[in-house]
């Protein structure tokens, strides 16, 4: 698993995802994803919403271009 990955799932949904969704997706630790979509985030790669649910605060991810 690498950020190439990662990157491929959010290029083909082209919205917001949680990192959940795409841990699922390529059948991975919810951790592993968000510790490598944490570095994208800083390679200026992707965008990150926060919002705000009843259980607390969830991300949003998203290909930045």
Same mark, same amino acid.
């Given at each position: 698993?690498? *950020? ?20 699922s997706i ?8 968000g510790r ?5 985030? @800083? *390679?200026?790669?992707?965008? @990150? ?17």
């Amino acid at each position: 698993m690498g *950020q190439d990955d990662v990157l491929e799932v959010l290029k083909k949904n082209k919205g917001w995802m949680i990192s959940g969704e795409i841990a699922s997706i390529l059948e991975l630790s919810r951790a592993s994803v968000g510790r490598t979509l944490k570095v994208l985030l @800083k *390679q200026k790669e992707v965008e @990150k919403e926060e919002i705000m649910t009843v259980r607390g605060r969830k991300y949003l991810w998203k290909h930045k271009f």
